[in-house]
């Protein structure tokens, strides 16, 4: 990961989100409840999706990976957080810091093109709805889930690369909660205008391309909603989309915010406000805003739960 700096350090020092002890027990005793919560919705929502044969569609196949997903990177940065808010020392090894902000970029990256996989989903059953089921085939979907994979894979493979190549010669402190590219970039003695270029130019594909795919399909969903002349039939079309967008406008605002500017721009209080929201917040939020409204959701949790209560009887 780049020669270890003059000093032989062989750790990063996350400053965090402030040095107030009092604020460090509230902040941890917030992140702990919220990540408890993430962790039961979104490992439940998975349970139920395959316990559920009814929910073995298309969209909750997608919700499912989205569950696991948000799971993962909040625990690539949660537990860690976590630690460092009770600890007066808050080392992290070169090594996990770099682990951690590859994964974090893999998984950040796979969850900008899954979301495109569902919009594209949402926009074949509301303007296709009659070729629904053969155009939303088994392979199609396995397709529209490994491709995200795939491109999350190459974005961290990217990163890896252009970190590897920069040195830190003066301080090892980064002033953040978890190890993310602006910071690190920040603390490195070499010139990093080639590294910032690449990563940015990955960084901003990922996401005006996927923000495209997803503009493109709602643009055709709007327009085939307009068209529907019952009341009804617009009101239930919009709410088969509408947690899907208001996922979509929360994510993608705070990653944009974050990312598509360059490092000189960085601004500490703002940069971390927006990260605890898409690390920590929007893990929880989202499978209260994809399923756990959604009727279907509730209705296979009723038929699941005396199917558990019933295999232990007999038992």
Known sequence: MGRRNSTHASDFILMGLTDSEEIQLVLFTLFLLIYLITVLLNAGMML??????????????????????????????????????????????YLNCFTQMNCFIFLSATECFLLSSMAYDRYVAICNPLHYPVVMATRRCCSLVFGPYLIG????????????RLHFCNSNIIYHFFCDAPPILALSCTDTHDTEI??????????????????????????????????????????????????????????????????????????????VFYTIVIPMLNPLVYSLRNKEVKNALIRVMPKRRGSRQLK
């Open 153 to 164: 894979f190459m974005d961290a493979f990217v990163n890896v690369l252009c970190m590897s």
């Open 198 to 275: 690449t990563i940015s130019v990955f960084a901003g594909s990922t996401l005006m391309v996927s923000l495209l795919t997803i503009s493109v399909s709602y643009v055709s969903i709007l327009s085939t909603i307009l068209k529907i002349t019952s009341t009804s039939g617009k009101r239930k079309a919009f709410s088969t989309c509408a947690s899907h967008l208001l996922g979509v406008t929360i994510f993608y605002s705070t990653l944009i915010f974050t990312y598509l500017k360059p490092s000189k721009s960085y601004s500490l209080g703002k940069d971390q406000v927006a990260s």
């Open 48 to 93: 139920i999706i395959h316990l559920d044969l009814q929910l073995h569609t298309p969209m909750y196949f997608f919700l499912s990976h989205l569950s696991f997903l948000d799971l993962s990177y909040s625990t690539v940065i949660t537990p860690k957080t976590l630690q460092n808010l009770l600890t007066s020392t808050k080392y992290i090894s």
